[in-house]
Each structure stands twice: as C-alpha cells, then as structure tokens.
C-alpha cells in the first residue's frame, strides 16, 4: 500500500525477514480475498481484487526488482513514484461529488505527505509525467482510489522497512504512516461505501477499468522513477 502509494504493489522478499516476505505495497493478505473458484465475486472490492491480480503481480516483481529498501537513494526513487501517483489522484480526492460519497476522502490524500518525504530526502519534486488519468467518470474514479487506498494496508510492513534505512511516520515515510483511525478500519469503511453502490452495467465497467489503468499507470511511474534516478558518485 499504489501506491502506492503505491499497491505499490508489490511483493518485497527479505530472505531474512518474514515480514519483508509478507510485504505488498497493496498486500492481497487484507484486500478482500476473491473466491477460490471461478465464479465471479458477489461484493464489487473482491470483483476489483479479482480482475487486478494479474497487474498487481506484475507489479510486485517490479516493486521487488527495484529494492527500494536496500538504500535511501533506493527508497528516495519508490517516493518519486509514489508522489507522482497521488499527486495525480488529488482531483479525485477533492472531488466534491466524490466527498459525499465518501466524506473523508480529500482527508484521505496523501500526496502531501510524500512530497514532504522527499524534501526529508533531499530529493526534487518530479515533474508531472504526461498520461495522467484525466476528468473520470464517477465510477472510474472509484476504480483509481480503490488501489491508492488499498495500498495503505500493506504500507504496515513497508514502514517497518523504512525504519530499517533510518526513516519513520515522521521523516521521509510518512505517506506510509497509519491513517487516522487506523489502516483495517479505513479500508473497511471504503470497502463498505463501495460494495453498497448501485451501479449500472457500465458503471460496473468504468469502475473495473478505472482499477486495472491505475495498476498499469503506477507501473509506468514507478519505471520512469528509477529511469530517471540521478547518478551515484
């Protein structure tokens, strides 16, 4: 947990570490899990889980294959990409539409938070990168958040890692810290809004685009994140 912010979204292997086996930036341990059948998922947060796995897997490796908790340099580059993701989705968190909904949600952003991590990490704010997800529907919005908000559940693990290269919920991985409330309980009550919307059939469609786009956008982020990576003396 996106993450990002990135479900950031992907499985970090410490060979040392059963926690650092266990982490997902958007840990499928507390997304809902879908059905071991193929029958499609009655609750829409396990249909979404369902149809984003592949994504999510992909997503994992790449994750994994960066190391973002080997060094700071390391994990400075995990935030360039987190950053930019929320900093993406802020319209959708101050949607007016959206907060009545949702009454939390423009509380629920966290793309302040990343940005000052990388101040605290001595590292520039990126520029927007083009292919931003523009002006969604209502339901694709819902696709989008739904993976930002699911990767704050795996973040639990990832700041215990964070806190291994000298971080904390108060330097340089704050936008993994635990949300007010707590994790379980703001996934929860998103879930439930979620599950409890009456959607039409192409609603249902937008909702699942707007979930499997926002895996393959932050794949795209994270890769020009490290991409863009300055040179190590």
């Given amino acids: 947990g996106f993450f990002t912010v990135p479900r950031l979204l ?12 266990q982490a997902l930036l958007f840990s499928r341990t507390f997304f809902m899990t879908a059905s071991s059948t193929a029958e499609r998922p009655s609750l829409r947060s396990q249909r979404l889980n369902q149809i984003t796995n592949e994504p999510h897997t992909k997503l994992d490796a790449l994750v994994k294959a960066h190391a973002p908790f080997e060094t700071q340099a ?26 009545q ?5 423009a509380a629920r952003c966290r ?5 000052l991590d ?3 990490l001595d590292t520039e704010t990126p520029a927007p990168v083009a292919g931003a997800v523009n002006n969604p529907s209502k339901a694709e919005a819902l696709g989008w958040l739904f993976v930002s908000e699911g990767s704050k559940l795996g973040a639990a693990f990832l700041i215990k890692r964070a806190v291994g290269l000298g971080l904390s919920e108060t330097f340089g991985a704050r936008h993994l ?17 979620l599950d409890g ?22 794949t795209v982020l994270l890769e020009q ?7 190590l003396a």
């Fill in 177 to 193: 810290g635990e949300p007010a409330g707590g994790r379980a309980e703001g996934w929860k009550s998103f879930t439930r809004t």
């Fill in 10 to 21: 992907v499985r970090l292997v410490d060979n040392s570490s059963l926690q650092g086996a």
């Fill in 197 to 218: 919307l009456a959607f039409s059939a192409e609603e249902e469609a937008a909702v699942e685009k707007g979930a499997i786009d926002a895996f393959v956008r932050f």
């Fill in 225 to 231: 994140a490290y991409a863009s990576a300055p040179e």
């Fill in 118 to 120: 990388l101040a605290d």
């Fill in 74 to 99: 390391n994990f400075a580059r995990f935030v360039v990409a987190q950053y930019l993701f929320q900093s993406e989705l802020v319209a959708l968190y101050n949607d007016a539409e959206l907060n």
């Fill in 101 to 105: 909904v949702i009454p939390d949600l």
């Fill in 111 to 115: 793309a302040e938070a990343a940005k």
